[in-house]
Structures are given as structure tokens and as C-alpha cells.
């Protein structure tokens, strides 16, 4: 796909699709800054862009290292089935939030049917990964922050993990994450996996959702809607994680370690 080291670019309408960065990171598109400690170079999409039908190895839509990512209204990353949605081998089906990075998401933006083919306990995050997986200092966390609005939501859906205790169908947390008017839906960690809609590691920092609802999400070993490792879940707002019907392990529910808090 596309490649940006510390400079600003735009995608404006269009799609790119049907990429393959192999072992390295970023399908569709792949931003950095190499200068160490600097947040310098921007990619933003606008218009009705489409990241479609890519793979890496991290990232298989988009990934962000120690850079911003602005996602405007109504884009979207994957698509309308499994065969259009974005592929990772081990973190970030759709959208890789590395260490330093900062991704804006605005209000319609869908992220749906992205997968990670390889998860495990320390990668993830079907629809997103958030997070650097080679440190756990709060220096190095990376940042996503979601802006959706009441009657224009932001929308993740269908997102998988697969691969041993893979974890975080919808998002895996090991940064900074703010939910405003978000829907996580039909998000899955299905091998072993925690944390369907969302897994938080235990050294990430704040979670919060502010209006967001997670309904239909499952994991086969815990947490079907959140999964939380350690540190805090705050809800605000009208937020709603919805238990499925039944009794059975996995489905919406919601598991906490101990220390963990909501």
C-alpha cells in the first residue's frame, strides 16, 4: 500500500485495497516517524475512503508507529463481508495503534470484518490493537481515541482473533483507549480467546466508555463482551454491555482479574 515516514499525507475518497506487506507491517497504508521520541508524520482519511482486502503482519489495514492517524466521518476499513475485510498475522486486523502512535476516529467510520489469523495472550485485536507489545511502559503506549455521535456512531463489527488465547475480537487494549458513541457487535475471540468486544492488558492505562454499547460479542475462554486484566473500566454516559441470553461462560459477559475494577 502506501508508506509515510514523519511527513503528512491524505487519502481523499478512493480505496485502497489488495495489498500485501508479507512479515512486515501495514497492508493498506503504514505511517512512522523514525526520529526517536518525535510524534511527526499525519495520515488522514477523508471522503469516504475504503482500506480494504489487505495483509501484514501487523496492521493489515493501517499501521501507526510513534505518528498520528486521523480517520474521518464515514470511512471505512474492511467491508461488507469477511473476503473484503483487512487481515493481520498477529495484531491490528484493521488498524495497528503502535508504540507512541495517536489514532482519531470520527463519527459513521465502520471497522468491520478484519481478522487476526495468529493471536495470542500478548497480540491481538481484530478490529484494532492498541498498544506497543515490546513494552509496557505508559511512555510508549499508544493512544486511540473514537468520536462517534448519538445518531452516527462509530461501528466495529464482525472482527475476529483467532490463535491460541488469542485476545480482543473488537479492540485489544494496551494503551490509552476513549470510547465515545461507539457500537462493538458480533466481534469474536474464539480459540481460548478473552475479551470479544474488548480485552484490556494489565498494563494498559485508562479505559473509558462514554455511550458505547457492546451487544453479541463472544470469547471462548473469558469475557464475551470485556475482558479486563488489570487496571480500571470506566463507563459513562448511557454505556451498555449486554449480557446474551442464557447462562453460558463467553457470551457479552463481562470478567475481571482481581484488582481489576469497573
Sequence with gaps: ???????????????????????????????????????????????????SDNTAKNGGGIAVHSAKLMIEADCTIGGDNASQGNTAKTSGGGISVGKKAECTIKEGVTIRHNTVTNGS???????????????NAEADMGTLIVKGTDT????????????????????????????????????????????????????????????????????????????????TLTLKGASVITPSEGTEKGKNDVYLVPNAYI
Design 152 to 231: 452516527n456512531p462509530v461501528v466495529i463489527s464482525n472482527c475476529v482473533v483467532n490463535g491460541n488465547y488469542g485476545s480482543g475480537g473488537g479492540i485489544y487494549n494496551k494503551g490509552k483507549v476513549t470510547l465515545e458513541y461507539a457500537q462493538l457487535n458480533n466481534n469474536t475471540a474464539p480459540d481460548n480467546g478473552q475479551g470479544g468486544g474488548i480485552y484490556i492488558h494489565q498494563y494498559a492505562g485508562a479505559c473509558v466508555l462514554d455511550n458505547t454499547k457492546i451487544t453479541e460479542c463472544e470469547a471462548t475462554s473469558t469475557g464475551g463482551g470485556v475482558s479486563i486484566s488489570g487496571n
Design 1 to 51: 500500500g502506501g508508506y509515510n515516514d514523519s511527513s503528512k499525507y491524505t487519502v481523499k475518497g478512493g480505496t485502497i485495497t489488495g495489498n500485501n506487506a508479507g512479515d512486515y507491517s501495514g497492508g493498506g497504508a503504514y505511517i512512522k516517524t523514525n526520529t526517536s521520541g518525535s510524534v511527526n508524520g499525519t495520515l488522514t482519511l477523508t471522503d469516504d475512503a475504503h482500506i
Design 121 to 135: 495472550t500478548i497480540h491481538g485485536g481484530g478490529g484494532i490493537y492498541v498498544g506497543d507489545p515490546n513494552s
